[in-house]
């Protein structure tokens, strides 16, 4: 079996306790506007064109089979859907401004990686984090990863939106030691218009899975200016957080590290303009939580 990974990151320390590797999936239900991942929406590799890198010698024109690259008006010009993710462009490109991201790897070769930094992660009480994208779209993929580190006694968090089948979480308890459960916002209706995913599951999974276990489960809200960031809104939240009685809420400050990616991909970044927030900004907020009684930062 093979899981369409994007990449898997060594010596993480934000996404979950101690030192952890994690595990990017591909895929996901959602459209968050700020989405800092956005080469992880689908289950494909996608095409990643820096163009400041870019010398128009038009290499990836005269080489391209599928005849989906164009120069016009000294810019390169990408038929998204004509391409069929052979990377002849990105083998041939010489100043390297063209590569794709994501590929099918196996579930052991995954593995393999990942245990190469079982003593750090012993060392430090860590383990893997599985993320994406969404990893319960590819679920069967993600229980056979699961399956693998129970055996090996290694602890894993998911980071999740919840967007996904009951059932699926449910069967997956035993194997999960942290759930990493993204909530954007505090109603459904609100979910499903900014992020396009199905609020009332999502809020409904949430609470099922808080009644299962409770212990297990950081809310992870990403504080979004002009979507979430009032005082308000993020209060809300945390009251949801307090009365299903999570371990922790996190309060993760937006940030534009991801916002180049747009460009590469060819997409529109929403956000355009808006400035970074920092830990310092959601001082009352964090101070909040804490006087609800639930271990609440800023930040992983």
């Given at each position: ?80 859907d004509a391409c069929i993710h052979c990377k002849t462009c990105e083998n041939n490109c010489p100043a ?13 070769d995954i593995v393999t990686e990942v245990l190469k930094d079982k003593p750090f992660y012993e060392e ?20 056979a990863l699961l399956n693998k580190f129970f055996e090996e006694d290694i602890s894993v968090a998911v ?142």
């Open positions: 079996m093979k899981a369409n990974i994007m990449e898997i990151e060594r010596f993480a320390i934000h996404d979950g306790p101690g030192i952890r590797s994690v595990v990017f999936l591909q895929g996901c239900p959602l459209r968050c506007p700020w989405c800092a991942n956005p080469e992880s929406q689908e289950i494909k590799p996608q095409l990643m064109y820096n163009e400041e890198k870019c010398v128009r010698c038009g290499t990836c024109v005269r080489n391209c089979p599928q005849h989906a690259i164009k120069i016009e008006n000294f810019k390169l010009v990408f038929d998204r390297g401004a063209i590569n794709f991201i994501g590929d099918a790897v196996s579930i052991d430090s009480n860590g383990g893997v984090t599985i993320s994406g994208g969404e990893p319960f779209v590819q679920y069967n993929a993600l229980k980071e999740t939106t919840g967007d996904t089948h009951w059932k699926n979480i449910e069967d997956l308890i035993p194997y999960i030691d942290y759930f990493l459960f993204d909530l954007k916002f505090p109603t459904a209706n609100r979910i499903s218009l900014v992020t396009k995913g199905n609020g009332e599951r999502i809020l409904e999974n949430l609470k099922k899975l808080a009644s299962k276990a409770p212990e297990k489960i950081t809310l992870r809200v990403p504080v979004i200016p002009n979507y979430n960031y009032d005082e308000r809104t993020i209060r809300k939240i945390i009251d949801i957080g307090a009365e299903l009685k999570v371990s922790q809420i996190h309060l993760l400050p937006y940030h534009t590290l991801g916002v180049s990616k747009y460009d590469q991909l060819g997409k529109e970044y929403d956000l355009k303009g808006s400035k970074m927030l920092s830990k310092e900004d959601l001082k009352d907020l964090v101070d909040y939580g804490n006087s609800k009684g639930i271990h609440t930062q800023a930040g992983g």
